[in-house]
C-alpha cells in the first residue's frame, strides 16, 4: 500500500457501490487518504464492460472511477463471502452503498444489522431518488434524475428545442460528492460521540441542488425558466460568443466589466444606450446586445481578443475540447491531470483531485485495482490465515485475481 497523507488518514472504507455515483464518494475519500476497500460481485463492476475505450483491454471507465482504492470480489450469494464481508465491517468507519432498497437488508447488511456489530459505522446510502419518500423504491439513473430535477428543462439553445441533457452525468458525480461530504461530516460526528449514523443521498437531489439560481427565479415570478444556451438567467452579457476561429466566453455582466468590454471592442457608444444601460436592461434586450457583441467578435480571433481582455482585466476564457483542458496549464500546475501505474494497462492519466489542503495533502498514487487484485491482502489484513484465504478462493466465494 502507497502510504496515504490526506485528511482522512486512517479511516477504512468499505465500498459496496458500482458503476459512478457510489465510486466517485469513494474515490473522494480515498483520495483525501481513507483506506478504501472495493467489494466487487464476481463479474465485477458495471463499469468494466463500459467499452469501448479500453487500455489494453481494460476499461477506461472504471479505470477513471476507482483509482486509490484496494480490490477484492466477493460472491455474496455465498454465506462464506457474507462472513467474509461482515468481518471487514466489523472495525470499518464507512459503508458505501447504492443498491435498490432492501437488497442490503436481505443479505443481512442493512444498517441495524450492522450498527449492532459496528456502532461506529457511518452507512451511507446512495440512490436514485433517496430511501424515504414515494419514489423510495425506484431504480434510479442520471437521465433521469435531470429530467425530474427541471435541468433538461433549462439546458439547450433556446425555448421551443428539444430537452437537453447536460452531457457530463452531474447527478451521478454531484450525488458523490454530496455523499463524500455527508460522510466527512458523519465521521467528524463520530468521533466526539462514538456513535455512527446513516448518510442518505439521491442523483435526484444531487441534480435538484443544482437549480439554485432558476429555482429562485420560479419562487419568485411562479414562471417557469427557459434555456438560454450559454447565457446566464439573471446577468448579462455572461455567455459564449463567435469569435473569427472559435468561441470566447466572456463575463461582464457587473457594471465596471460592462464598461471594461466596451473599451476592448471599441464601442464606448453603447455606455449611452438605453437598452444597454444597466444590468435589468441589458437582460430585457438580450437577444439585441447578442448581435452585437457577435457582430464586434467576429471581426477577431479568440486569442488576440483574450489577449486584450486579460491585458483589461476582463474575466475572459477559450471554450476548449476536452483534450485541450487536459493539456492547459493552470489544469497541470493544479494537479488536475496526473498519471498512475495500473497493472495491466500501465501509466494512465486520470483526473486529479480538486481539493488542496496545505498540511494534510490529497494523493492519487495508484491505479484502479483488476478484479480481486487484493483480495488476498485484504483477507490476510483482517486474520484470516493462508490456507483459510486458500480455501475461500477455492471455494469461489471469494475471487483473487
Known sequence: MTTATGPLTGMKVIELAHIMAGPVCGLMLADMGADVIKVEKPQGDDSRRFVPPQIEGESAAYIMM?????GIALNLKDPSARGVLHKLLSDADVVIENYRLGTMERLGLGYDDLAAINPRLIYCEISGFGRTGPYAERGGFDLIAQGMAGLMSITGEGPGRPPVKVAAPISDINA???????VSAAYANALKTGRGQKVDTSLFEAAIVQTYWQSAIAFSTGENPQPLGSAHPL???YQAFATSDGWINVGAANQSNWLRLLDVIETPE???DPRFVSNQARMQNLPALVEILNQKLQRDTTANWLAKMEAAALPAGPVLGILEMHEDPQAIARDMIVETKH????NVKTIGHPVKFSKTPAKVAKSAPVLGQHSREVLEQVGYDQETVACLIDSGAVIAA
Open 66 to 70: 476507482n483509482r486509490n482504492k484496494r
Open 176 to 182: 458523490g460528492i454530496l455523499a463524500a461530504m455527508g
Open 235 to 237: 446577468n448579462a452579457p
Open 270 to 272: 453603447l455606455d449611452a
Open 343 to 346: 497493472a495491466i494497462a500501465g
